[in-house]
């Protein structure tokens, strides 16, 4: 049994808003996405909230992994899945949040000296728990 705010922030399911990693990305639950360092121009990405049926490969997994089994795995409570924005460039998933990177991206922000940061949206203060 979980004790939440209500309501919960979290990421509109339409969500589709483009960024190109210079500056950071306020997200409209309140959160924001940012990468530290010095971004290289050119940069496009597609940022979304989970619909459902996205795979990711991680560095060592070999195979792409479902994000619902990650979700799942790392024991994260369902209310907080969809606070979870998805980073997309092009048609390839490169990250979820910042606590998973698709293993190039990955090698790629290490090469330029970058890192992913999700600032998720603060919880509200008081509100009715269910």
Same mark, same amino acid.
């Given at each position: 049994?979980?004790? =939440?705010?209500?309501?919960?922030?979290?990421?509109?399911?339409?969500?589709?808003?483009?960024?190109?990693?210079?500056?950071? #990305?306020?997200?409209?639950?309140?959160?924001?996405?940012? $990468?530290?360092?010095? =971004?290289?121009?050119?940069?496009?990405?597609? =940022?979304?909230?989970?619909?459902?049926?996205?795979?990711?490969? $991680?560095?060592?997994?070999?195979?792409?992994?479902? =994000?619902?089994?990650?979700?799942?795995?790392?024991?994260?409570?369902?209310?907080?899945?969809?606070? #979870?924005?998805?980073?997309?460039?092009?048609?390839?998933?490169?990250?979820?949040?910042?606590?998973?990177?698709?293993?190039?991206?990955?090698?790629?922000?290490?090469?330029?000296?970058?890192?992913?940061?999700?600032?998720?949206?603060?919880?509200?203060?008081?509100?009715?728990?269910?």
């Amino acid at each position: 049994m979980w004790a =939440v705010p209500d309501p919960l922030p979290r990421l509109p399911p339409a969500l589709e808003l483009a960024w190109s990693g210079q500056g950071p #990305l306020p997200l409209p639950d309140g959160g924001e996405l940012a $990468l530290l360092g010095e =971004v290289p121009t050119g940069w496009s990405f597609r =940022v979304r909230a989970r619909r459902g049926g996205e795979r990711i490969r $991680l560095a060592g997994a070999g195979r792409r992994r479902s =994000v619902k089994e990650l979700l799942r795995a790392a024991g994260l409570p369902p209310w907080s899945r969809d606070r #979870l924005p998805l980073l997309w460039r092009g048609e390839r998933l490169c990250a979820v949040g910042d606590r998973w990177l698709d293993a190039d991206f990955a090698a790629e922000l290490a090469a330029h000296g970058l890192a992913l940061r999700h600032r998720p949206a603060p919880l509200p203060a008081r509100g009715a728990l269910r």
